[in-house]
């Protein structure tokens, strides 16, 4: 989906979701600024990230670089108009109107490649984590103990290259 970002200037995200600070992710947190709240929203993203990398495995176009998966969580945080609410998903979830264009970005976030294995782990047990396994929660713990890197838009196509 990068790749097709930074090609095309745009690209269509599944079902055009996203994720964001909305009004019910506000009134589900007693206290905390907008700053800590896009943290939920961008830790909401990246989990739904491996989601995609986990798709990457079912297709084998989507997700693979060079003959190899790509177990890295990729979240890209930008300006959009007016997406429509979908509180009956979860608190932080959006559908964007139109394809996410280049010029709405204002960074993207990458697991750096320390991360790999844990990213490669907490794919297999995403799902079993969102239904409430203790042990599958405690192995994405270790993939979200990683933190995202910050990558300006120009510098996408170089990231692209290394991966």
Known sequence: ????????GEFHPVSRTAFAV??????????????ELAEVAM????RASLRLVAAGLE?????????????????IAADVEDPTLRPDLDDAVVRL???LL?????SVHVDLEGAESAVEKAVAVVDAADMGDPDAEFV???AEDHSLAWYATQELPF?????
């Not at 830790?43 to 990246?46: K, R």
């Not at 990231?159 to 991966?163: N, R």
């Open 1 to 8: 989906m990068l790749r097709t970002l930074v090609a095309d």
């Open 22 to 35: 909305t009004p019910t992710l506000r009134e589900s947190y007693s206290s905390g600024d907008d700053e």
């Open 43 to 46: 830790n909401e993203a990246s």
């Open 59 to 75: 297709d084998e176009q989507d997700g693979v670089v060079d003959g190899a998966v790509v177990f890295r969580r990729a979240v």
């Open 97 to 99: 109107k139109n394809p």
């Open 102 to 106: 280049m010029s709405e970005v204002a």
């Open 140 to 142: 994405l713990g270790d």
């Open 159 to 163: 990231l692209l290259e290394f991966l």
